[in-house]
Structures are given as C-alpha cells and as structure tokens.
C-alpha cells in the first residue's frame, strides 16, 4: 500500500501523473547516489528530474543532501554536507587506495584532453596503483573486482567485463564525472596531500574516507 504523498506545498504542485516517476528518481538517488540519464527509463527520469529540479532539492535538503546536475554529461548526483549529513557511506583502506587512483586518472584525463568519457582498462587501473602506492599492499585481482563492483552501484564507474579471469585486465572501465564531484580535491595538490596518507606501509591511519551515499 502506497503512503500518502506529502502534504508540503511544493509537492502538492506536481502533477499526479509524474509523481511515480519522481519516486523512482528518488529511490535512485538515495540507494545510488547519482542518476544516469543516458538511454531508456533512465533518460527519462532524468528530464522529469530535470524538470522538477528544485523539488527535488527542496525534498533532499532537510537530509543534508545536495542536489547537483553535471554540466557535460546527463547525470544528477548527491554530495552530502560534510559534518551534517548523517548517510555517509565509508571506505575501507584497499577501496580508498582505487578511488584516489581513479580520481587522479580521471583528473589527468580531462586536463590534457577535451574528452567526454574517460575510459581505462583495469591494467591501467593496476599500473597506476603501483605507481601512486608502490610500498603498500595492494588489492588482489579479486578485491578489485570487488570494489569496482561496488563503485558501480554508487554510479561512480561503469564497467565493461571480460568474464574470462584471464582476460580481466582488459575490461573496461569508464570513471563517471559523480567520482570527481562526490569526492572532490581542488587541485592535485590537494590530491597528493591525501594520498601521502597512504603511501607508507606503516601507516595505517585514516583507513576510512568519508564519501557520498
């Protein structure tokens, strides 16, 4: 049995064929983080997002959440508000370690080049671990199987396998702009001062990094 809608002014002015639609948005937003308009359904809710924007922000800003649209590609995203919002997700050391690499490729990526998209196979991936982390143990095959697998469902990646293990440092693996904006640096400066955190093997401090949803 569906709940009653909000009774909230702004709400009350959506049009009742649209508010299962808003719905499904919402639902994506908060188990996801972000919503990729890219093709099908989900192009379609992203317009009607597009269109009921600041609904959208209104309903999402007593959780200290912040609605935010990409300017280059079709994708709202959340970033929570640090220190208030109480729906922060965390990440392990290993995850920590793959997202600052992807955060850097990506940053790189869209400074030497015009791009749209930037796409990278996982030995890619694992040759810029090594580089960035060469004195801490990395993640296994497996777990960064694992942790792109989880990237994905926060719509920070999206992926292209190769099923075959031997074959999996060819898969695809294209860095979303929500990766930059969710867990934003402002220049790589600021980017090498996380990352020194990490770079020494004793160091085991600071194993957790608070990121969106």
């Not at 009607?48 to 959440?65: F, S, V």
Request: charged share 25%.
């Amino acid at each position: 049995m569906a709940l009653p809608w909000p009774t909230f002014e702004t709400w009350n002015r959506i049009r009742e064929d649209d508010r299962a639609s808003l719905s499904e948005i919402l639902t994506e937003l908060l188990a996801h983080g972000a919503l990729l308009g890219h093709t099908g359904r989900d192009r379609e809710l992203y317009l009607l997002a597009r269109e009921y924007q600041r609904e959208l922000g209104d309903y999402l800003a007593p959780l200290n959440l912040q609605l935010f649209a990409d300017g280059d590609q079709p994708i709202f995203y959340l970033r929570p508000v640090p220190g208030d919002c109480g729906l922060i997700a965390r990440f392990n050391k290993a995850e920590t370690l793959l997202v600052l690499t992807l955060w850097r490729i990506y940053h790189d990526a869209r400074m030497e080049h015009s791009v749209e998209a930037v796409v990278v196979t996982t030995n890619d991936i694992w040759q810029r671990l090594k580089l960035y982390f060469e004195e801490v143990e990395l993640p296994t095959p497996a777990q960064l199987r694992d942790i792109l697998s989880k990237l994905r469902n926060r719509r920070l990646v999206r992926l292209q396998w190769h099923e075959e293990n031997t074959q999996f440092g060819e898969s695809q693996v294209e860095i979303l702009p929500t990766l930059a904006r969710v867990i934003p640096f402002e220049n790589a400066e600021a980017w090498e001062q996380q990352v020194a955190l990490y770079q020494q093997p004793a160091n085991e401090a600071s194993s957790e990094k608070e990121t969106t949803l």
